[in-house]
């Protein structure tokens, strides 16, 4: 049974600091895998997703690795800015294209 | 659609009575998931589509829930005898194939009183 993880629980940090998420997985045999962000009483909004043979995407100040074979995943998000506080989740999706296993997120706090 | 569409989007009923979700995926989405979840908790899954087959029903949490998708489009989610621990946000999302991630819907709000 594919288990996620997300460590830090909860992280504040002042405007303008560069930050990383992380996200662990304990079943490499994944077909891909999905960032969101999710700001309070709202869905989620898809950020990044990266297939299970690619290493890392890009989208503006975010960028995200994979690394399968150690079951990790990086979400790196630079000058951060108080309009990023959110809970960021990870998804894993595979290895048949079913159902996504969710991690329970990280809060973010960016302090003016 | 645009996105994915989910009615209503606040749902309040009575302990015992029976609910209806609504999702309605983006055009051309073959896979719809269901999710729920709960005051800070993360999200569970209850159940997959794709087209109007549910290859997986594992996360349904007791035959008092139940989904249907019909012409590979609208899934609902019944809920019957609703209890108070029913109470949660259900999410949907659509999947093209299931391959290029999930698009989500804003979710439904039911509170069992």
């Known amino acids: 049974k594919q288990e996620v993880t997300q460590i830090p629980a909860a992280l504040s940090v002042p405007e303008g600091e560069n930050l990383v998420l992380n996200c662990s997985f304990t079943?490499?045999?994944?077909?891909?895998l999905q960032w969101f962000r999710q700001d309070p009483g709202k869905g989620l909004t898809s950020l990044l997703l990266i297939q299970s043979s690619q290493r890392e995407q890009t989208s503006g100040r975010l960028n995200a690795s994979l690394d399968k074979s150690s079951g990790r995943s990086t979400l790196y998000i630079a000058a951060s800015q108080p309009g990023d506080s959110a809970t960021y989740l990870c998804a894993v999706s595979g290895p048949n294209a079913g159902k996504s296993t969710f991690g329970d997120g990280t809060t973010l706090t960016v302090k003016p | 659609g645009a996105g994915v569409s989910q009615s209503p989007s606040n749902k309040v009923t009575e302990k015992g009575k029976d609910v209806e979700l609504r999702c309605d995926p983006i055009?051309?989405?073959?896979?719809l998931y269901w999710y729920r979840q709960s005051l800070g908790q993360g999200l569970e899954f209850l159940i997959y589509?794709?087209?109007?087959?549910?290859?997986?029903k594992s996360g349904l949490p007791s035959d008092r829930f139940s989904a249907e998708r019909t012409g590979g489009s609208v899934s609902t989610l019944t809920i019957q005898r609703t209890q108070q621990e029913d109470s949660a946000v259900y999410l949907c999302?659509?999947?093209?194939?299931?391959?290029?991630?999930?698009?989500f819907g804003s979710g439904t709000r039911l509170t069992v009183v």
């Open positions: 589509f794709q087209g109007n087959s549910a290859p997986d």
């Open positions: 055009s051309g989405h073959t896979a």
């Open positions: 999302a659509s999947s093209l194939k299931g391959v290029n991630g999930y698009t």
């Open positions: 079943d490499s045999a994944i077909y891909n």
